[in-house]
């Protein structure tokens, strides 16, 4: 009888164990982002990104767009970018293109004195690859997997820690000033059940002594992966180059350069 007894409580937790669902491993964000990198294809970025510093107020600045890959990454970007409020900014065009080696400018001061018939200014390509205010660039797999093994946790298909700016510009290659290289980005990173990233949330604070101190929050988020994608370069007969303005002319003779001192400067 006792054999009988235990043979049936043995059968019954064996039937336990085999019931329970096994723990699916998330999938790779790294793997998941190279697949993505075909040519004529890409993805949209929805972007909000709000800076306040101290008494001189805050700026809200959202960027909507298309970004197109090519078998080793972005080769492409097509940027909507509006501003409100009155505080620091990071200067961005409010139409910018990119296409190859260059940058193509439109709207507000980047329109101001051209000559007639002229819409759009080209510089050289000076984004780094870079789309929006968001300073952690997804679409770098070194910058991704950094982020996604250096999570402090994972749930719920989002990845939650910090970063430093010192990390961060050693993964891009870019010498960050000391004092930026200490500051902390906490970040949340949301995927899809194929490890694809669909959202970005980063913060992070600077104090600038008596400058006061800032509080920056970005919030940007990716649908429509592998979806189709054509961006091209404006008709050449609307097109300016800068180095053919004057130095003496209201448009910018530059535009962000994509590194992290700028993304991170008040201006």
């Not at 290659?173 to 980005?185: Q, S, T």
């Amino acid at each position: 009888m006792k054999r009988i007894v235990a043979g049936l409580a043995l059968a019954s937790s064996a039937a336990f164990v085999t019931a329970a669902p096994a723990q699916a491993a998330p999938a790779d964000p790294v793997k998941a982002l190279k697949k993505q990198y075909v040519t004529g294809h890409g993805v949209r970025i929805s972007e909000s990104a709000r800076t306040a510093a101290g008494s001189t107020g805050a700026v809200s600045i959202t960027t909507n767009g298309a970004i197109g890959f090519g078998k080793s990454g972005i080769v492409a970007m097509d940027l909507r970018t509006g501003v409100k409020g009155a505080g620091p900014s990071l200067g961005a065009p409010p139409r910018m293109v990119t296409v190859g080696n260059y940058t193509y400018a439109k709207g507000g001061l980047f329109s101001d004195e051209l000559p007639d018939g002229k819409k759009w200014v080209r510089y050289p390509n000076q984004t780094g690859g870079r789309a929006g205010s968001q300073p952690l660039d997804i679409f770098r797999p070194k910058v991704l997997k950094a982020l996604v093994t250096g999570a402090k946790s994972f749930k719920g298909g989002s990845y939650r820690g910090t970063v430093t700016f010192g990390r961060l510009g050693r993964l891009y290659g870019e010498k960050v000033d000391n004092r930026l290289g200490k500051v902390a980005i906490s970040y949340v990173l949301d995927v899809n059940s194929k490890g694809l990233v669909t959202r970005v949330r980063s913060e992070y604070k600077l104090d600038f002594g008596i400058l006061g101190k800032t509080t920056s929050t970005v919030n940007t988020r990716y649908t429509g992966w592998g979806s189709k994608v054509t961006i091209k370069a404006p008709p050449a007969d609307e097109v300016v180059d800068v180095s053919e303005l004057s130095t003496e002319s209201d448009v910018p003779q530059s535009i962000p350069d994509g590194s992290l001192n700028s993304l991170s400067a008040v201006e």
